[in-house]
Structure formats: structure tokens, C-alpha cells
């Protein structure tokens, strides 16, 4: 029984890239038709934010007219995360958890890693899909941004795209590690104190009054992200160094992506 | 010509679900329990013992089943099988590959139907079937024609758009049968397909099934139902606590379960003393004691009843409840383990 039998011979393998592309498929088919639950869900929390702090408040005259510049990277920001995180988490709990729904794509012919890798890319690219509707949505709603910055488009969509990774990635951990029955907490837990103190909602700098905050949110990754989208929407207003930023998102997407895989594969395998 | 399915000291012990309790949030262990489907089989202090040293040798074509009680190590052999249950120990071939070393060649020839439906909710009953015959890499058109011909063929046809929500217990059990099949696997797996559906359910997935077989596929299933397994499979392999007991056709282990009629009888205390006045009684041929159970090969049927009664009055126990067993493959199971099947 060494030698493969011939029936081991008779089929060609099949590339991974083309699964991976079927499973990407399979997820966009999806989303397309979640479309309008997947708009209220990623994009209800900031456009009440928008309204509130960079309509509402500005007018009343209870924050500076300038608060708008601060607040609308963030508001994208804040978009990206809710977006990436709960794409990938919210239905992998459920898959791990009673329905199980994941084993059809378990049995593809390719590493249980790229399963768990295409949710992480499917996931990024719907944080990239919510920042882009929120992103007009703000600028309509908060009227002129002072040292709105537009053309530097292509660096703000690569910085999202690096964002929405971070948290696809995130995701990936928080869908292999938690159960379904702590969903809700986890976002009080989690999430809540991630965007209040993600440095979206005020840059960073702002810390400098604060410095035991200004120190400690930096294990927050909301902050790289929402400082990087300063840097790429209003360079001209204080910010993170970019490269500082897109370091430190380069390597969280890989510390999250290492872990997220080795839960992946626990939760896939016994 | 070669082995569909080959196993040689086949073992598989899960880490102590105590341990797994104390790993805290970080862990599997906080979710519902993963796939361990057993009453701890045997614990020592490395963890639990699903399976011992499983022997098995599944031939091409062959409808082969897997017999035992719950918690017998069939859930975790179809999981080895299947590439998703990793071997302590031990070698696992299918299909002429080794299922840890070419996990993924293995998935692609082979097709399983779990032991409940998971299809994939977001998705209509036709999508299902499309989308994971992409995951084995078939191309759009040919798929969808392939998906239309199994919904036909498992009578399903009328819920090809319906969402899978929409099916009742049988129709996913069968749509999970066109999954298992739409990538042509040479292998196919079920693990109890039969469980909870209506017997009428059930009779129309042992038709799918012989038909299948009839086409050459090699089937392997396991059940805790003797009748099934009788009625399927030409080999029948008899596991109990993650270890093999027999493998023979249903004939031949029927012609070996132990001569005469199986009588049962509940006592109201330990049986112990009653096996040796039971073993005077005239018919008995072999007499054992379980528990409070009392099991008496008797080659004269029910006639030994009362005889038995008194067997075990004589030792000052009440009788409080009466079983009879033709030889079968129940009765063979029994003197086996001296337990029941389920």
C-alpha cells in the first residue's frame, strides 16, 4: 500500500487559485444579496456619529467648526472596522458554533489555511465597500472639510484596503476564539472601548494632554488606521507619521492573520 | 485491485475535556464542545480513547458498514477517513492516499454526508450544489447541468430555488447526498444518514443508496440501526469502544452470533449469582451476568422463561423484566459487549 493506487492517478489536481476564487465568489454572491442588511449594519453607527458630532454639535456651536476635518478620517475609520470585523466573525462564530454551515467548504480539495484566508480577503474587501459609501455620505451630510485632501485617493484607498485587513484579520481571531453566546459581550468588551479610544473620534495628537492615553491606546490598531487615514485625507492637519502607521498595521494584520489561522485550524480540525 | 479504504493500527485519544475546560476564553473548549461525539470511551491520564488500534480494509466498490453504539469510535473514524480528525497514531489510506499526508488530494476524491445536514444556509438548494462543485475546481456550466440532474435524480427538483431553510429533515438529507456526490467522488461517506428521518424518508435513501452502489461507487456508512446495516451492506464491521470486534458479511456474522434464542432477564439486584443455577436450566447453553441483567442462550426459545424465574429465585432475586432476542445481529452484538446497540 505504498506505492499510490491507481486510482490516486487518474484525476488532475485542482489549483487552489481557482477554489479560492469559487469561495470568493460564493461570498460576494452573498453579500449581494445581504446588500441592504450589510449597509445598515457597517454604516447605521457612523452616519448617527456624522450626524450627531459633525452636523448636529458644529451647529449648536459646541465643537469647532475645524472638529469636521478631525473627525472625518476617523468616521471612515470607524466604518472599515465594523465592516471588516463583524464579516468575518459574526458568521464564523455561527459556523463554529451550531450550524457547522463552514464543512462544505472544509471538504475542498485545497489547505483548510485558505479557507480561513479567503474569509480574511472577502472580509477586507467589505470594509473597503463600506469606507467608500460612507466616505460621500459624510461629506454630504458634514458640509466643507477644511484640508479635505481628494487626490490622494489612491493612497486613502490602499490605506483602507491595509485597515480593512487589520480587522479582517481581527475578526478571524475574535470568530475562532469566542462562542456564539458571547457575541454580545464581546462587542461591549471589545469593540466598544476599541472605537472610543481607536483615536477616531479625536487624532492622536489631541493625546498630548492626556499622555498616559496617548501612550496606552497605542495597542489599539483603530489608531494606526484612523491616523493613516489623516495622513491620506488631510495630510495638512496633525497626524501619525503614514510610514509609522502602515508599519504598525503591517504587522498586526500579521500577528492577528497568524493567530486567527492557528484557531482556524484548531476550531476546523480534532 | 486496490483497497478503497485501508486502516492499520489506527488510534485517536482527544486531549482530557477537564484540560480543555480550564483553557478559558482563549480556547475551543469556550464554544460548544467540537467534534468528540462519544461517551468518554476509556480515560487515561493522556485524555480519551475514541479509537484503539482500528484494522480496517474497505475494497473498491464495496457497500461497507460500520456498526456500533453511540460513542463506539465511528463518528471518529468516518472524521480520520474524511481528513478532519487528525490520527494519534497509526496509518489511514484512502483512495491510495494517505489521509495526513495529502489531506487535500484525499478531499477531492472522496464525498461526505454528515451525521446532520450543514448546508450552506445564505444559499438556495441549487447554489449549494453550483458553489461546491466550484470548490473541486468544475466549471460553471458543466456544475449547474451536474446540479440539476442530482436535485432530479433525489427528487428534490421542486426546491431547486428554494432556500435551504425551506427543506424539510429528508430533502437536506438528501440534498446533502447530491453534495456529497456532484464532485464524482470515488468514496463516499455517511455518517448515520438515517437518523431522524421518517421511516418512508428512509426507505427512499436506502433505494438512493443501492442505486448508487449499483453504479459502482464505494460506500461506507455507519448506523447504530442492525436492521439497516443487515439490509445495505455486503461487510459489516462490529466496532465497540474504538476497537474492532468483527468484520464479516451480515451472513456470516449472523451465523455466528451465538446458537439459540437470547433471553434477557432483569433482576432486581446484581445477576451474579444467579448465572450458575441458570446454566442448569435444560436448553441454556451459556449464561452470563451484566449488571442486574441476566443473558441466557436458551436453544428452546421462550420455553426456559419460567425455569429462569426460578434460577433466580433460588438465589433470592425478583425478576422485573423479561427480554427475548432471535439470533441476529443484535443478539451477536449483545454476547459481544453485553450491551445493546443503542
Redesign the interface.
Known amino acids: 500500500m505504498t506505492t499510490p493506487s491507481p486510482l490516486a492517478a487518474e484525476r488532475p489536481r485542482v489549483s487552489p487559485a481557482s477554489v479560492f476564487w469559487a469561495l470568493l465568489r460564493r461570498d460576494a454572491r452573498v453579500a449581494r444579496r445581504e446588500l441592504p442588511s450589510f449597509l445598515v449594519r457597517t454604516i447605521m453607527q457612523p452616519v448617527l456619529f456624522i450626524i450627531v458630532f459633525g452636523y448636529l454639535l458644529p451647529r449648536m456651536g459646541f465643537v469647532q467648526a475645524g472638529y469636521t476635518s478631525a473627525l472625518l478620517p476617523g468616521i471612515i475609520a470607524v466604518s472599515l472596522t465594523l465592516s471588516s470585523v463583524q464579516s468575518v466573525a459574526l458568521p464564523m462564530v455561527q459556523d463554529f458554533g451550531f450550524t457547522r454551515e463552514i464543512e462544505d467548504r472544509l471538504l475542498a480539495p485545497i489547505p483548510i489555511r485558505l479557507v480561513a484566508i479567503e474569509k480574511v480577503v472577502s472580509g477586507a474587501l467589505q470594509g473597503v465597500l463600506a469606507a467608500c459609501v460612507v466616505l460621500p455620505i459624510a461629506r454630504l451630510i458634514m458640509g466643507p472639510i477644511a484640508g479635505l485632501h481628494l487626490p490622494n485617493a489612491a493612497l486613502a484607498l490602499g490605506v483602507t484596503l491595509l485597515g480593512s485587513t487589520v480587522f479582517a484579520s481581527l475578526g478571524l481571531v475574535i470568530g475562532t476564539a469566542i462562542s456564539a453566546t458571547q457575541i454580545g459581550l464581546m462587542f461591549s468588551i471589545i469593540v466598544a472601548p476599541m472605537l472610543m479610544f481607536g483615536c477616531a473620534y479625536y487624532p492622536w495628537r489631541g493625546l498630548d494632554a492626556v499622555p498616559a492615553f496617548k501612550y496606552g491606546v497605542l495597542i489599539n490598531p483603530l489608531v494606526y488606521v484612523a491616523e493613516a487615514m489623516r495622513g491620506a485625507l488631510t495630510p495638512s492637519l496633525p497626524h501619525m507619521p503614514l510610514w509609522v502607521a502602515c508599519a504598525a498595521m503591517v504587522a498586526m494584520s500579521a500577528l492577528f492573520l497568524a493567530i486567527g489561522l492557528r484557531g482556524f485550524v484548531r476550531r476546523s480540525m480534532s | 485491485m486496490?483497497?478503497?479504504i485501508?486502516t492499520e493500527n489506527l488510534r485517536k485519544v482527544?486531549a482530557a475535556p477537564s484540560m480543555r475546560r480550564f483553557r478559558g476564553?482563549?480556547?475551543?473548549g469556550?464554544?460548544?464542545p467540537?467534534?468528540?461525539p462519544f461517551a468518554p470511551v476509556r480515560t487515561t491520564d493522556k485524555g480519551v480513547v475514541a479509537l484503539d488500534t482500528l484494522d480496517l480494509r474497505v475494497r473498491?466498490g464495496e457497500f461497507f458498514g460500520l456498526l456500533g453504539p453511540n460513542g463506539a469510535g465511528k463518528t471518529t473514524t468516518i472524521?480520520i477517513l474524511?481528513t478532519?480528525?487528525?490520527p494519534t497514531s497509526g496509518r489511514a489510506?484512502v483512495?491510495?492516499?494517505d489521509v495526513t499526508a495529502a489531506p487535500?488530494?484525499v478531499?477531492?476524491?472522496i464525498g461526505?454526508v454528515?451525521q446532520?445536514p450543514?448546508?450552506?444556509?445564505?444559499?438556495s438548494t441549487l447554489?449549494?450544489l453550483v458553489?461546491?462543485a466550484?470548490?473541486?475546481?468544475i466549471p460553471l456550466d458543466r456544475a449547474e447541468q451536474h446540479a440539476v440532474d442530482l436535485l432530479k435524480r433525489l427528487d428534490i427538483t421542486d426546491k431547486a430555488d428554494a432556500r435551504v431553510d425551506a427543506l424539510s429533515g429528508g430533502q437536506q438529507q438528501r440534498l446533502m447526498i447530491a453534495?456529497a456526490l456532484i464532485h464524482e467522488p470515488?468514496v463516499i461517506f455517511l455518517d448515520e444518514p438515517t437518523v431522524g428521518l421518517d421511516p418512508q424518508a428512509r426507505h427512499d435513501l436506502w433505494e438512493i443508496l443501492r442505486d448508487l452502489h449499483a453504479h459502482g461507487r464505494t460506500i461506507v456508512m455507519t448506523t447504530h440501526y442492525m436492521e439497516e446495516a443487515d439490509q445495505l451492506c455486503e461487510r459489516i464491521a462490529i466496532v465497540d469502544r474504538g476497537r474492532l470486534l468483527a468484520c464479516d458479511t451480515p451472513e456470516r456474522l449472523k451465523a455466528s452470533a451465538p446458537g439459540g434464542t437470547l433471553v434477557e432477564v432483569t433482576l432486581d439486584g446484581e445477576a451474579e449469582a444467579a448465572v450458575t443455577p441458570a446454566l442448569a436450566v435444560a436448553g441454556v447453553t451459556r449464561a452470563e451476568a451484566h449488571g442486574t441483567g441476566l443473558h441466557a442462550y436458551s436453544e428452546r426459545g421462550g420455553e426456559a422463561i419460567p425455569a429462569l424465574i426460578t434460577a433466580a429465585q433460588s438465589v433470592g432475586r425478583v425478576v422485573t423484566n423479561i427480554h427475548l432476542t432471535r439470533p441476529s445481529l443484535e443478539s451477536l452484538f449483545i454476547s459481544m459487549t453485553g450491551r445493546k446497540l443503542d
Open positions: 486496490s483497497d478503497a485501508f482527544y476564553l482563549s480556547s475551543r469556550s464554544g460548544p467540537p467534534i468528540v473498491e472524521g474524511t478532519r480528525v487528525t489510506m483512495a491510495g492516499l487535500d488530494r478531499r477531492q476524491r461526505v454528515p446532520r450543514n448546508p450552506d444556509r445564505s444559499l447554489e449549494n458553489f461546491h466550484a470548490y473541486f475546481g453534495r470515488q
